[in-house]
């Protein structure tokens, strides 16, 4: 990378509250994913739970956790993120529900399902994951990864699911709300995550070529070669050469970073990961001493919950208007944000981070998602914390940013 990475500078930036309240804990956005229906209209995807702030099991992330209590609850927004009219809710999964139901819905006796246009502006992808399969030796249930579809901007959903099936030796797998890319002969490819078989995690490579009535597993796209560690949190992007870029974070074994890869053969063959960020030319450093100088000490940043040694968290990559690549991410060390990073040559060189917002009250943040505006805007949605006189930190709630990248 070169030593004098640009610096991005954004402007107009604004923060909005896209959901949430002091007894629910709404999180993990980019489980659900973002769409953009053009003139304004926008969905966001996110896990909403009661939650009471009382125990440290309230804001655990699993299925003994809050999700274990959530639903999957799509919120609109007609006016391009500025308010979400909660008259325009949907339910599109609810893992609350019994085990038996569950399984009932994701595994029918007699499956019919139904042909969809996903080719068209308002057909749209659901990617759920459920902890209703095999029992493990913890007394929980292995993830059944599955897909619905919505042939009206997510208004209703077909009423039998797509189970995506494990390569052996896998055992796992899950898929981010991250867009798929459409290929040429209207073929669809999205990458996934996999864990089990003796393997910490690699990103996989899956399609279909039947609009979404049956997913397969296509190639493997990373894993760590050290065996200590594993990518995670996959996007693709497809440029307009051809080439398809990954991203996706790196945690442990060799390093904990953001990393990118790519493929010119359709998806079949990958480069090696490497990093996209860098050491040494943080604007988070300055913002820190500022801030613990402003606060008189921690600022309440760790209250609760203990500060992960990991930077980085989720990144989002996105392909702008003008050509340029964007990749978001959450910062889960002090001081705990949303930043981002932009390509100007298709991922060859990186700019230095900037800072979307840095005032998150824990680490327990991040998971953003985002999409360009008509008028050129960033519009990303993300999980935050702010003190409210909640434990651990305060309420968990979706957060919006709207900003310009320079």
Known sequence: MDETAKTVEITDVRNVKVHGSRDAYCGHPRQGGIFNFGNGELAVIHNHA???????????HDEFGYHARSVALLQRSLDGGETWPEELDV?????????EERRRFLFPDEPVREEIDMSRPESVFFFGRSWCGEERPDGGHCIVCFALRSADKGQTWESVPAVVPCPAPIEQIHKD???????????????????????????LLYGSDDDGLTWEYLAEVARDPTGGGRPTYPGLLLLPNG??????????????????????????????????????????VARRKA????????GGWTRGLDAPRKFYRSPWPMLLHDGRILV??????????????????????????FIVRDDASTPDIGYPVATQLEDGRIFSAYYFTLEDGNQFGGSRFIGGSLFKVR
């Not at 339910?91 to 085990?99: F, Q, S």
């Not at 889960?332 to 060189?349: A, L, M, N």
């Open 50 to 60: 009661p939650c009471a702030y009382e125990r440290p099991e309230d804001v655990r």
């Open 91 to 99: 339910t599109v999964w609810d893992e609350a529900a019994p085990l």
């Open 177 to 203: 709300g991250h867009p798929l890319i459409r290929m040429p002969d209207g073929s669809f490819l999205g990458l996934m995550s996999g864990y089990g078989g003796g393997i910490p995690g690699q990103v």
């Open 243 to 284: 080439r398809m870029l990954g991203f996706m974070l790196h945690i442990g074994g060799r390093g904990h970073f953001i990393g990118m890869n790519h493929s010119d053969d359709g998806g079949y063959s990958w480069s090696e990961l490497t990093p996209i960020v860098r050491w040494g030319q943080s604007p988070w």
């Open 291 to 298: 801030r613990l100088q402003r606060a008189g000490g921690s």
């Open 328 to 353: 978001l991410f959450a910062r889960r060390k002090p001081p705990f944000g949303i930043g981002g990073i932009v390509s100007e040559d298709e991922g060859q060189t990186w700019s230095q981070e």
